[in-house]
């Protein structure tokens, strides 16, 4: 079985001569594996040196800059093999790894390299938001999820383009992914992997990217399960209007305000998720129409 593997970049010219020579590595000793690389509209010099690239198996795509996402999309057009997978081009990521990850596409629809070894290489000030986000994004799919965003992943194409429609151009991709995987119950496996030191400076914005990322998961939340994230919102407003409700029945007045508006609030927010609810599975049933 074959696979390909899409390298989205952007001006890496730091990266790229030793990425490179790793990635035309990997491929010499494993025939089953190409490798498309997108071009996402670099100005640093990093497409001139993709642009003498050489190999049979390497595939070098340019594009008008539109981002992460929007970059793997582009590649995902022309990727002729059943299973596709993403990895980055700052050497970040084991690429050997993948000989292992593949092993397990038969049983799981996306095999995710998970960065939770000892030596994963994740700076402190990274570690506290993705807690967190790991906790909401597991929360809203009712899922264990180990890592929400790695870029170093492997699932099959036809399932990728089936909700293209869903996956953003930014660096959420990864998180979209994980989260409608998640939330469809296909099978997720994370597998674990070191993380390296980056050469050079990261794209990634720490505030505006995990604002970013926390929204995402919450849209996503709000579409695939909605009563996930309202379910408590509904209690909590719903216990409040009745406990006052019961304080209005035992002593006879006070509080008619506060109860009429706790119930009106919980009420809102269970039509809120119904509605949510409705418009995701009329938006699914389309898109399994137009796939089949």
């Known amino acids: 079985m074959n696979y390909t593997l899409i390298i989205p970049i952007y001006n890496e010219i730091n990266n790229i001569k030793n990425s490179i020579a790793v990635l035309e590595n990997f491929l010499k000793n494993r025939k089953n594996f190409n490798c ?18 050489n190999h049979e198996r390497i595939r070098v795509l340019d594009k008008v800059n539109g981002g992460y996402g929007s970059a793997i999309k582009y590649g995902s057009k022309y990727v002729e093999t059943k299973y596709f997978g993403i990895i980055d081009a700052d050497a970040t990521y084991p690429i050997d790894e993948f000989d292992r990850m593949i092993e397990n596409l038969d049983t799981y629809d996306m095999v995710v390299g998970s960065r939770t070894s000892k030596n994963s290489s994740i700076p402190i000030i990274k570690k506290i938001p993705k807690y967190f986000l790991r906790l909401l994004c597991s929360y809203l799919t009712n899922k264990k999820i180990l890592d929400f965003n790695s870029g170093m992943r492997l699932f099959r194409t036809s399932l990728f383009r089936k909700y293209i429609t869903f996956i ?23 597998y674990e992997i070191d993380y ?24 996503l939340g709000i579409f695939f399960n909605p009563f996930r994230l309202y379910g408590p919102l509904i209690i909590f407003f719903f216990s409040i209007g009745l406990l006052f409700l019961i304080y209005r029945y035992i002593y006879g007045q006070g509080f008619l305000i506060v109860t009429i508006v706790s119930f009106l609030i919980s009420f809102l927010l269970i039509m809120f998720s119904a509605i949510s609810s409705a418009i995701s599975q009329l938006l699914l049933i389309k898109v399994h129409q137009e796939d089949d």
Not at 36 to 53: M, Q
Not at 168 to 189: E, M, Q, R, W
Not at 196 to 219: A, H, M
């Open 36 to 53: 498309i690389i997108v071009n996402d509209g670099s100005t640093d010099g990093t497409e001139d040196y993709l642009n003498k690239i």
């Open 168 to 190: 953003p151009d930014g660096f959420s991709l990864t998180t979209t992914l994980t989260v409608i995987f998640s939330s469809l119950n296909f099978k997720i496996k994370f």
């Open 196 to 219: 390296f030191d980056r050469v050079g400076k990261s794209k990634i914005r720490p505030i505006r990217d995990t604002i970013n990322f926390f929204l995402t998961i919450t849209k």
